[in-house]
């Protein structure tokens, strides 16, 4: 069973604000397609505050812990500690290897419809056609009716950082690979408008970082 400190501190923000907006408010059974799941602490806490929404966890070989850390290559440990940390839970789903620069998913199949989608510090650490394939496939996932994205990490807004921290921040990971940095809410919310998705809160929380949240146009094909 995997840990990340980060996990434990931001859980319950981040839940706060998931918690303003179905499936996750009121009772009604739901969907959630968690991106990029991690450690799977937060998928397992989300599933226990929201007994009502039916999860699915996925992770991607190339991604990693954290900016520092190497690439998982093998998932087998990855999705052991997803599994280990919602061990007794119904409403999870067994994890899926998904890179979300591609143009079609594994978890996609006619008729299929995600009341949410859910992606936590990838944006930033992933290369840009990580942050497009994620709009694109929340355009094609999520239900028409009032599904929405939900992006959580430091952004820009306005081309502008919002702390000096994030502008440090952002100049490291530069450094460390040049397809890496702090993306512009601003810039996303503008190519989530082509993929029928519209910008409702961008929610200011802990540690200078934000939750996006993004809803589907309803009646976009």
């Not at 006619?110 to 990580?130: E, T």
Request: hydrophobic share 45%; net charge negative.
């Amino acid at each position: 069973m995997r840990t990340a400190p980060s996990a434990d501190r931001n859980k319950e923000p981040i839940a706060a604000i998931l918690g303003k907006y179905p499936p996750f408010a009121g009772s009604r059974q739901g969907s959630c397609l968690e991106i990029a799941s991690g450690t799977g602490q937060h998928v397992a806490h989300f599933a226990a505050e929201f007994p009502h929404v039916t999860f699915q966890p996925t992770e991607y070989e190339g991604g990693s812990a954290g900016p520092e850390e190497p690439a998982y290559g093998n998932l087998s440990p990855v999705f052991a500690s997803i599994i280990a940390w919602t061990s007794g839970v119904s409403n999870v789903l067994k994890p899926v290897a998904l890179n979300a620069a591609t143009p079609a998913w594994p978890v996609e199949a006619p008729g299929v419809a995600y009341d949410a989608i859910y992606a936590c510090n990838i944006c930033h650490i992933a290369p840009y056609a990580v942050t497009t394939g994620l709009l694109a496939g929340a355009g094609r996932l999520l239900a028409t009716d009032g599904g929405r994205l939900f992006v959580y990490g430091p952004f820009m807004v306005d081309g502008q950082h919002t702390a000096e921290s994030n502008a440090a921040f952002d100049t490291r990971l530069r450094s460390q690979n040049a397809d890496w940095g702090v993306r512009d809410a601003t810039e996303i919310a503008a190519l989530a408008a082509s993929h029928g998705l519209r910008l409702v809160e961008r929610a200011e929380m802990p540690a200078n970082n934000f939750v996006l949240v993004l809803e589907r146009v309803s009646g976009r094909a």
